[in-house]
């Protein structure tokens, strides 16, 4: 038998000291059953379109793990410690007691490291994660809120889940001239002025027939697909819930908006949209789905019902009455009788509504934040800000979580604020102020 020097021996010793220092240190699994009975959490470390149940891959699994939080590896260099702590707070997480993590071993590892840091020592793997897709929820309607990867494969003719039926529009929205489109843009995309769907003096949506001559420029039919990102995701969504009133079957928004396709360093393009060839017809009656959009005097119903809810898509200050939230409306106040949707810290933010990276918060969140309000899916809702572009992204939301009965009071406070014969609520108040 060959003799092994010192030497080796050495280095063989150290290296098995050194693996087992690692093998201490890596993260035993659970499976789910053994989490639950310890009354521990599941975390999704993936990116949240692959949480809300878009597949990784054609045939792969689509949704999370039953009661899985959302905590992805991408948004942790923009979460101060703080914000870690509030999060696992908000999500009742105890230090002591045990999380088992799923995604990829680099995600995991990352989320690992950053729970640990903030004192969570129990923090395993999820051993049999993904695996039983009967038991995976999801988004009823994940595909409404697209991610840039599956847009870049669209145009690139590469098989997709949840493709387009037939023709396709990917389109910047945004208000006024296409100042920050001339200079990059998600490549082939057109450009749509708000201005188009929206007018003075309350900036309520523009005339049906300005609607039909509007959808007639952009080439777009009852059977296009349109795929609408802003800047701001409010402008995107506030095009497609008018596009979904005027009767476009198919109208998707880019979750996280512009920010998301700029963050995954995908090709850009610069100036001047293309020409478009016009359609010579909508192929359908405008508007297509009329409930999607409630007027004063259908709000002014829906106050104080158990059946009903009628949502302000305000910050705290404009709903208490502190400020309108705008240089151009003057009366301060909101809709007596009115539910608190949450919004953001002032009239152009949504912060209640965002994951960090700026997509859509999860749908579980969400609903425990609107029932608190006595805001229900199985009501009547109707949401409403300023002007309607908040609550446009709130409804788009609440149809990709499955809402079946929600629109947009398109007047919202501008409107109701601007005949003083309307009940007004202004101070601190609560969910029974509503009933």
């Given at each position: 038998?060959?003799?092994?020097?010192?030497?080796?021996?050495?280095?063989?010793?150290?290296?098995?000291?050194?693996?087992?220092?690692?093998?201490?240190?890596?993260?035993?699994?659970?499976?789910?059953?053994?989490?639950?009975?310890?009354?521990?959490?599941?975390?999704?470390?993936?990116?949240?379109?692959?949480?809300?149940?878009?597949?990784?891959?054609?045939?792969?699994?689509?949704?999370?793990?039953?009661?899985?939080?959302?905590?992805?590896?991408?948004?942790?260099?923009?979460?101060?410690?703080?914000?870690?702590?509030?999060?696992?707070?908000?999500?009742?997480?105890?230090?002591?007691?045990?999380?088992?993590?799923?995604?990829?071993?680099?995600?995991?590892?990352?989320?690992?490291?950053?729970?640990?840091?903030?004192?969570?020592?129990?923090?395993?793997?999820?051993?049999?994660?993904?695996?039983?897709?009967?038991?995976?929820?999801?988004?009823?309607?994940?595909?409404?809120?697209?991610?840039?990867?599956?847009?870049?494969?669209?145009?690139?003719?590469?098989?997709?889940?949840?493709?387009?039926?037939?023709?396709?529009?990917?389109?910047?929205?945004?208000?006024?001239?296409?100042?920050?489109?001339?200079?990059?843009?998600?490549?082939?995309?057109?450009?749509?002025?708000?201005?188009?769907?929206?007018?003075?003096?309350?900036?309520?949506?523009?005339?049906?027939?300005?609607?039909?001559?509007?959808?007639?420029?952009?080439?777009?039919?009852?059977?296009?697909?349109?795929?609408?990102?802003?800047?701001?995701?409010?402008?995107?969504?506030?095009?497609?819930?008018?596009?979904?009133?005027?009767?476009?079957?198919?109208?998707?928004?880019?979750?996280?908006?512009?920010?998301?396709?700029?963050?995954?360093?995908?090709?850009?393009?610069?100036?001047?949209?293309?020409?478009?060839?016009?359609?010579?017809?909508?192929?359908?009656?405008?508007?297509?789905?009329?409930?999607?959009?409630?007027?004063?005097?259908?709000?002014?119903?829906?106050?104080?019902?158990?059946?009903a809810s009628l949502v302000s898509i305000r910050s705290w200050p404009e709903f208490?009455?502190?400020?309108?939230?705008?240089?151009?409306?003057?009366?301060?106040?909101?809709?007596?009788?009115?539910?608190?949707?949450?919004?953001?810290?002032?009239?152009?933010?949504?912060?209640?509504?965002?994951?960090?990276?700026?997509?859509?918060?999860?749908?579980?969140?969400?609903?425990?934040?609107?029932?608190?309000?006595?805001?229900?899916?199985?009501?009547?809702?109707?949401?409403?800000?300023?002007?309607?572009?908040?609550?446009?992204?709130?409804?788009?939301?609440?149809?990709?979580?499955?809402?079946?009965?929600?629109?947009?009071?398109?007047?919202?406070?501008?409107?109701?604020?601007?005949?003083?014969?309307?009940?007004?609520?202004?101070?601190?108040?609560?969910?029974?102020?509503?009933?």
């Open positions: 038998m060959k003799r092994v020097s010192q030497l080796t021996a050495l280095a063989l010793l150290c290296g098995l000291a050194s693996f087992s220092s690692v093998a201490a240190d890596m993260p035993h699994s659970l499976t789910l059953e053994q989490v639950q009975q310890q009354h521990g959490a599941v975390i999704d470390t993936r990116v949240s379109a692959f949480y809300n149940g878009w597949p990784q891959s054609l045939s792969g699994p689509s949704g999370h793990e039953p009661a899985a939080l959302n905590l992805s590896a991408s948004w942790l260099s923009a979460m101060s410690d703080e914000q870690l702590a509030g999060w696992a707070k908000q999500h009742h997480l105890a230090p002591s007691a045990p999380i088992a993590l799923y995604g990829s071993e680099a995600d995991n590892l990352a989320v690992r490291t950053r729970l640990k840091k903030a004192g969570y020592s129990q923090v395993s793997v999820l051993s049999d994660a993904l695996q039983q897709a009967g038991r995976l929820q999801r988004l009823p309607h994940f595909e409404q809120l697209v991610y840039p990867q599956w847009i870049h494969q669209l145009q690139l003719g590469k098989p997709i889940a949840a493709a387009p039926a037939g023709e396709w529009k990917v389109l910047e929205a945004g208000w006024g001239a296409p100042k920050f489109f001339l200079l990059n843009h998600i490549p082939g995309a057109g450009y749509i002025d708000t201005n188009e769907v929206e007018s003075e003096p309350l900036w309520n949506k523009v005339s049906d027939d300005k609607l039909k001559a509007m959808l007639a420029k952009h080439g777009i039919r009852h059977n296009t697909t349109v795929i609408l990102y802003g800047r701001d995701v409010y402008a995107a969504a506030r095009v497609a819930q008018i596009m979904l009133y005027a009767g476009v079957k198919d109208v998707r928004i880019l979750d996280g908006g512009w920010k998301t396709w700029s963050d995954a360093g995908l090709p850009v393009e610069r100036g001047m949209p293309a020409e478009v060839k016009p359609a010579p017809d909508f192929g359908a009656p405008i508007p297509g789905q009329p409930q999607l959009m409630v007027d004063m005097e259908g709000a002014r119903g829906m106050l104080h019902r158990q059946d208490i009455g502190e400020t309108s939230g705008y240089s151009y409306i003057k009366p301060k106040g909101e809709i007596a009788g009115a539910r608190w949707g949450h919004a953001g810290s002032d009239a152009t933010h949504m912060e209640d509504f965002h994951n960090p990276d700026g997509t859509m918060r999860s749908a579980d969140d969400i609903a425990a934040m609107w029932k608190q309000w006595g805001i229900l899916p199985d009501q009547h809702v109707a949401f409403y800000c300023g002007t309607g572009w908040r609550a446009s992204e709130t409804f788009m939301y609440a149809r990709a979580m499955g809402w079946k009965n929600v629109a947009v009071y398109d007047g919202g406070w501008y409107e109701w604020s601007s005949h003083p014969q309307n009940p007004v609520s202004v101070g601190a108040r609560g969910p029974e102020s509503s009933r």
